[in-house]
């Protein structure tokens, strides 16, 4: 299988490597174009992201082509080949099937289960074909690869479990209040985990923001962003009495919420429901008030304990995942070998069809005593005849080609029928 994949990832390059790629690759020529440019390399797809650089290409002559490949990433990263050699990885044949299967399906990614190298890779794929850099094997192999993610994500859990901090408070916060529909959050502090929660908090249909920051500046960046309401930490507890859910995270060296504060907002507000999260270090939110009734407090270590227990449940799940993409890395494969049959299936067919024109019109004084339509029958004879003689042939190769066992039987052929150049 003459597919090959050269590439670095964030297991294999520091960051610092990997944002070179991804900077000069947008300069100048097309990287696709340049690479198409090389005879070794007849299909490419150029796959790069902030965790990965990589390279899918049918090569014509593999080592020839790993090399220009490399040769490329050397180039446009303008890395010392001794530094490129440790990061890259080469994968040949199925391996290379593989490993790209793995990506699409999100095991090789920095959170396992993300959807977004999904997308990515469409993105990918999109260019490669705009660019009219893919053909049969590349079309065939990364619609195979959406394929197998598809399946990955319908058939296991892998995810869907919180693997992050600040999507764990968000599941909690579901689990405690229900529905998030129309609920009020209020952000304090404006750092990134706080920005993320809000994120994942509107995708879940929380209803308006609040941004408290002793910055307001920054409090009316983060707002605009997520279409909040900015204020200053001066309002921090009128604001705490029209929350629902509080998601704090400033790092200040002293405790910004207090239950002074939590049992005054909580009269009110009628005593309805507060939910705290407490995810700065050192704590925000004074433990004391979980202790309050009608509030929840959680804080970073009960929310880790959440994720932690959801990584390993993710890593069983790739268990299942590993063995789909095991199953689809053997179906491309079999796809694959057929490939190399197809020439002498046509060309043996294309000679069976010739030598029955020519017999027809040898045989023309006689068909032409006969009827239109028994003319038309006669043919229709000869062409099944032909199709049931070529049957069992055509259909030995293909299974034979699916074991990668059909060579012999192809030279055979090619010989025994007198094919046009004696090779598949």
Known sequence: MNVILVGMNHKTAP????????LSCGEGLHPLEELLRVEAVQEALYLSTCNRVEVVARAGDVEEAVARVKAFILRHGNLDAAELEKCLYVHCGS???????????????????????????????????????????LNKLLHHAFRTAKRVR???????NAVSVSYAAVEMAKKILGSLEGRT????????MSELAARHLLKNGAGRIIVANRTYARAAQVAGEIQGTPVGFEQLEEKLQEADIVISSTGAAGYVITPPMVRTALRRRKNRLLFLIDIAVPRDVDPDT?????V??????DLQGVVDENVRNRHREAEKAEGIIGEEVLRFAEWYNTLEVVPTIVSLREKAESILRAELERSGSWLRGLGEEDRKNVEILAAQIINKILHDPVTGLKEESRSNGAMPYVAAIRKLFRLEGGEP
């Not at 319908?154 to 869907?160: C, Q, V």
């Open 154 to 160: 319908t058939e296991t859990a892998i995810a869907g």
């Open 290 to 294: 979980g202790r309050i009734e009608n």
């Open 95 to 137: 391996d290379a099937v593989r490993h790209l299967f793995r990506v699409a399906s999100s095991l090789d990614s920095m959170v396992m289960g993300e959807p977004q190298i999904l997308g990515q890779m469409k993105d990918a794929y999109r260019d490669c074909v705009e660019q009219k850099a893919s053909g049969i094997i």
């Open 296 to 301: 929840f407090l959680f804080n970073i270590d």
């Open 185 to 192: 959050v209020l952000l304090v502090g404006a750092g990134e």
């Open 15 to 22: 960051l610092e490597i990997r944002e070179r790629l991804t």
